[in-house]
């Protein structure tokens, strides 16, 4: 089945911790995108990257960090820098003009 | 910041009414997009509607595009209970989709 996959489901974060959110797909497409959900705010951008190897910030990238060394993974690092993280964060590959999501990452901080 | 905005906010309607959200966007498009998401779950895509297009249809699902006046229409007709969830217009900024805050639909049984 081809598809997208985050994990965990559920992440909680002590203060001063970074923690990473794991985003996979076997979709073989090139972009692929973190976006952060709070209520009422829709999906921020925090970063995307559109080719294996590079990777650019968004609208929201401070205290969060990426890396894109295989096309199939681009995991988030969300960073102590980051001050209020809990939020629900989705990861999106895109091919063809449709974005296919993960099933999302509640990171709530303890 | 977000290209389209998605009206109402919310919309609370009985099962099999019609149920129709609106959506405005700001800079010209290729396409837009629609999608769904369920209450703690990722979004799915639904349907996209291109700019030389200006109707539509994918079951019971009605899209509408104005270029003139930058705006699409969803139409879920004869609505379920099980249509409950939020829905988004995605256009883009530079070639990422960008989403709007979404309109909550709930249909009451």
């Known amino acids: 089945d081809g598809g997208i996959t985050q994990s965990p489901k559920y992440l909680f974060r002590k203060e001063g911790q970074n923690v990473t959110l794991s985003c996979e797909q076997n979709?073989?497409?090139?972009?692929m995108y973190w976006y952060r959900q709070d209520p009422g705010q829709g999906l921020r951008l925090i970063y995307y990257s559109q080719i294996v190897n590079d990777f650019q910030k968004g609208d929201i990238a401070e205290g969060y960090s990426v890396s894109r060394e295989k096309k199939e993974s681009f995991p988030l690092t969300v960073t102590s820098a980051q001050k209020n993280p809990t939020a629900f964060y989705l990861c999106a590959s895109e091919g063809r003009m449709e974005a296919f999501f993960g099933q999302g990452t509640r990171l709530t901080v303890v | 910041s977000q290209q389209g905005e998605e009206d109402p906010q919310a919309l609370s309607i009985q099962e099999g009414e019609n149920a129709t959200m609106n959506c405005s966007y700001k800079?010209?498009?290729?396409?837009l997009q629609w999608y769904r998401q369920n209450s703690g779950r990722g979004l799915v895509h639904l349907i996209l509607?291109?700019?030389?297009?200006r109707e539509k249809h994918s079951g019971r699902l009605r899209v509408t595009l104005d270029t003139s006046k930058k705006s699409s229409s969803l139409l879920i007709t004869a609505s379920r209970a099980a249509d409950t969830a939020s829905y988004f217009c995605?256009?883009?900024?530079?070639?990422?989709?960008?989403f709007g805050r979404g309109t909550s639909l709930i249909v009451h049984p």
């Open positions: 800079t010209s498009i290729n396409n």
């Open positions: 979709l073989n497409h090139d972009a």
């Open positions: 509607i291109r700019s030389n297009e």
């Open positions: 995605a256009t883009r900024r530079s070639y990422i989709p960008t």
